[in-house]
């Protein structure tokens, strides 16, 4: 059966009305409850004018509010933009602008500072404003709405919509240059959320903890693949690991997704009985998790399922690793999920042969509808594929830019971003290599490779590193780990050490931001 987003909570409402939804702070929502509020807030959408396809911000925390109007708008026939709540103004104004916002839901508090940056997005004709608004003008021709009167209007019909419309716009980071807005449909993303929740096992007995932002699209299949199975989730802002942790023994998790930086910080600290126990699967994506950190929490869960995965926001979920072969194949990131098939392909489009790197290519309904408003960019990485004889029309995938090889199993291996790939002494090095190596050395924290322009190397490896627990920085002794374990051409020419590592909005590793930094420092070292 055809679905459209909206319909993955409100048929669970149908379902089992009185099951939990959402958790806040101790507090349940329930289905019925969620459902309602998702029909009131498509109801004030198109009583405020907002039209088909139209785009909706949310700029808030992870909140019940926040739910409810991505799902709202998608219910609305209008499409989300959800954006991530740690930006400031001048980044929130820049997607604001380049998808042409007609309504921004966010706090009054936060309204209040996007004031300027408001009165320079002209497309921009409601603000429905959480909490007391009374004081706060944006700018002429922007009406001010609080959220209980948003609410508070009868019902109206929504815009007719099929599965293949636009229902959302991800800003991914980028590696350069200002974000990206990938567009997303509803059969995007619901057969995303059909596919992880039928290799996750999830049921209604399942409680997930979101603690990645909405804004990040694994963050956001928290909540589709929750919905799907009539499953909960546990709504969560942390500051540090350990909180984590405690909220996922107090509340009983049994599903927890995260990304690379947040498991170095996990696998480091203990975990209560209540979590051991109730904890069933968690999963990794946004990166290879170094096999130090697989090892230490799967020490200290033994009864969890490791699930790793890769992703791109372009085609929203790509591949898993059943838990079986984790012991058999930890480097590896799995095959196609379901209903996707990921292919290993030269820049000629041929296939390559096993353990052959080439690009990740990533073909079926996940493949999202391009970039926002940027057919260059789009051209760029939507290509067709080779055509197949007797088809007239061409079949588009999304070339990821990712280096993989398949071996002869064809199970993926991870090699390289290509935008990432260090190039010195004539080799292409992979940063992931350089880091797993010094992450078995036990004498790191988080740890970021990167190449910055030399003079006769091409580019000059450089570690960027925190110390482990308990420890201070011993350059000299990790590089020559590192010379005992990897080849000359591989060994890191300086390490710098910092007591955190920058990350992105997403909460990877920020690496454009540390090559631009460390290249200034290699540049004014020169005499």
Not at 188 to 209: F, I, P, R, W
Not at 236 to 263: C, H, K, N, S
Not at 277 to 302: C, Q
């Amino acid at each position: 059966m055809t679905e459209l987003l909206s319909q993955l909570p409100l048929r669970t409402a149908s379902r089992s009305p009185e099951a939990p939804a959402l958790w806040l702070k101790g507090q349940a929502v329930t289905y019925a409850q969620l459902a309602e509020q998702i029909e009131a807030f498509a109801h004030g959408l198109v009583t405020h004018g907002v039209d088909k396809l139209e785009r909706v911000a949310i700029y808030l925390p992870k909140q019940i509010e926040t739910v409810v109007a991505m799902f709202g708008a998608a219910h609305a026939g209008c499409a989300f933009v959800p954006v991530n709540p740690l930006l400031k103004a001048e980044q929130v104004g820049y997607i604001l602008r380049d998808c042409n916002v007609r309504l921004l839901l966010t706090s009054t508090e936060r309204l209040a500072e996007l004031r300027d940056t408001l009165a320079q997005c002209p497309d921009l004709r409601s603000c429905v404003a959480i909490g007391d608004s009374t004081g706060v003008a944006v700018s002429s021709g922007v009406a001010t709405i609080t959220w209980r009167d948003f609410m508070d209007v009868a019902p109206r019909a929504g815009h007719r919509v099929v599965d293949a419309d636009m229902v959302s716009i991800f800003y991914t980071s980028g590696s350069t240059g200002k974000p990206k807005g990938v567009v997303l449909s509803h059969r995007n993303m619901v057969t995303g959320a059909h596919a992880v929740c039928e290799y996750l096992g999830n049921s209604a007995q399942d409680k997930l903890l979101a603690v990645l932002p909405f804004s990040f699209d694994y963050g956001f299949s928290q909540l589709s693949t929750a919905f799907v199975a009539g499953a909960g989730v546990v709504l969560m802002d942390y500051l540090f690991a350990r909180d984590v942790i405690a909220t996922a023994a107090r509340e009983r998790v049994t599903g927890l997704a995260g990304v690379p930086p947040l498991w170095i910080q996990l696998a480091d600290l203990p975990w209560p009985d209540e979590a051991r126990r109730a904890l069933r699967y968690f999963t990794n994506s946004g990166g290879a998790m170094p096999r130090a950190t697989l090892a230490k929490l799967r020490a200290s869960l033994p009864h969890t399922q490791p699930f790793l995965m890769y992703g791109l926001t372009e085609a929203f979920r790509s591949t898993y690793l059943p838990p079986a072969e984790v012991d058999r194949r930890p480097e590896s990131m799995g095959k196609a999920i379901p209903n996707a098939e990921v292919l290993v392909l030269r820049p000629d489009g041929t296939p390559c042969a096993p353990n052959e790197p080439g690009e990740l290519v990533h073909r079926g309904s996940l493949v999202s509808l391009g970039y926002w408003n940027d057919p260059a960019k789009t051209a760029e990485r939507f290509k067709p594929l080779p055509a197949k004889p007797g088809l007239v029309l061409g079949e588009i995938a999304v070339w990821s830019g990712d280096t993989v090889r398949a071996d002869e199993d064809g199970f993926l291996y991870f090699v390289g971003r290509r935008d990432e790939m260090i190039k010195t002494s004539g080799y292409r090095v992979s940063p992931t290599e350089i880091e797993e190596v010094v992450y078995a050395t036990g004498m790191v924290g988080d740890a970021v490779a990167v190449g910055v322009r030399h003079a006769t190397l091409g580019q000059a490896i450089v570690v960027v590193a925190s110390p482990a627990p308990g420890t201070a920085g011993d350059s000299e002794k990790l590089l020559a780990e590192c010379r005992r374990r990897l080849p000359t051409f591989m060994v890191p020419a300086r390490v710098e050490w910092r007591e955190t590592l920058p990350r992105n909005p997403n909460g990877k590793f920020d690496r454009p931001r540390l090559s631009t930094e460390l290249q200034v420092l290699f540049d004014d070292a020169r005499p």
